[in-house]
């Protein structure tokens, strides 16, 4: 229930980090699979190497995939 603005210079672990939400990374590349959380997928601009369409629409990798609107509903 909380938001968390992210910077268009930063990833959404980073901001996440910034406010104290550690979620673990590897590759930052979207490669590993290592970020991926359930989200409302469909909202993301899917930057990742790693996710399956169809699991796109559940999932996210927060080490480069971006809101594609206003908001990316993430679930930690």
Do not use: F
Not at 43 to 58: P, V, Y
């Amino acid at each position: 229930g909380i938001r968390v603005p992210v910077a268009a210079d930063q990833s959404a672990v980073q901001a996440l980090h910034e406010m104290g939400i550690i979620i673990p990374v590897s590759c930052e590349q979207g490669l590993c699979g290592t970020c991926v959380v359930d989200a409302e997928g469909e909202q993301a601009e899917h930057r990742d190497h790693c996710l399956t369409t169809a699991e796109r629409r559940r999932r996210v990798a927060l080490c480069c995939s971006r809101a594609s609107g206003d908001c990316l509903t993430v679930h930690l």
